[in-house]
């Protein structure tokens, strides 16, 4: 599976350690892949800030590397507040595209789960469901602290 990756540009200087790890690891948003299964990253870069500039040609250019899939990075929905596009990013990815977007990452660090549900930002049925391929379990959540 060939894959693409897009980060908040919030987080432009991150060297994508958790991501990496937890797609060799088939963690949080990754645990949807058999270990069997090779996993390359055909592209990795930010959105482009708001509103997501890069969102309207990126796609095309990881899916001439061969992209198969598209994850938009767990920095998404952690970062406070979390990215008020991500569902359009998503949408939009898939519609013109035609391309499977995956929402997550790395599994949620447990220091932002509690961060979050302090704040109330995750309440919500739509970031429920949004926040669910990476919410992991709380052994999992505090190794990504």
């Given amino acids: 599976m060939k894959i693409g990756i897009i980060i908040c540009d919030r987080y432009k200087t991150c060297g994508g350690g958790k991501c990496f790890r937890s797609m060799q690891n088939r963690e949080g948003a990754f645990d949807i892949y058999s270990k069997d299964e090779p996993l390359?990253?055909?592209g990795y870069t930010t959105c482009g800030g708001c509103p997501?500039?890069?969102i309207e040609y990126v796609p095309e250019e990881m899916i001439k590397n061969g992209a198969e899939v598209i994850h938009l990075a767990?920095?998404?929905v952690v970062g406070?507040?979390?990215c008020p596009y991500i569902s359009h990013f998503k949408?939009?990815?898939e519609e013109k595209y035609k391309l499977r977007v995956v929402v997550g990452t790395h599994p949620i660090p447990q220091k932002y789960l509690l961060t979050h549900e302090e704040m109330g930002t995750w309440i919500s049925e739509e970031w429920k469901e949004i926040i669910s391929p990476t919410m992991a379990n709380?052994?999992?959540?505090?190794e990504y602290n």
């Fill in 52 to 54: 997501g500039g890069n």
């Fill in 91 to 93: 949408k939009f990815i």
């Fill in 80 to 82: 406070y507040p979390p």
């Fill in 74 to 76: 767990t920095g998404f």
């Fill in 40 to 42: 390359e990253i055909v």
């Fill in 138 to 142: 709380e052994e999992l959540r505090i």
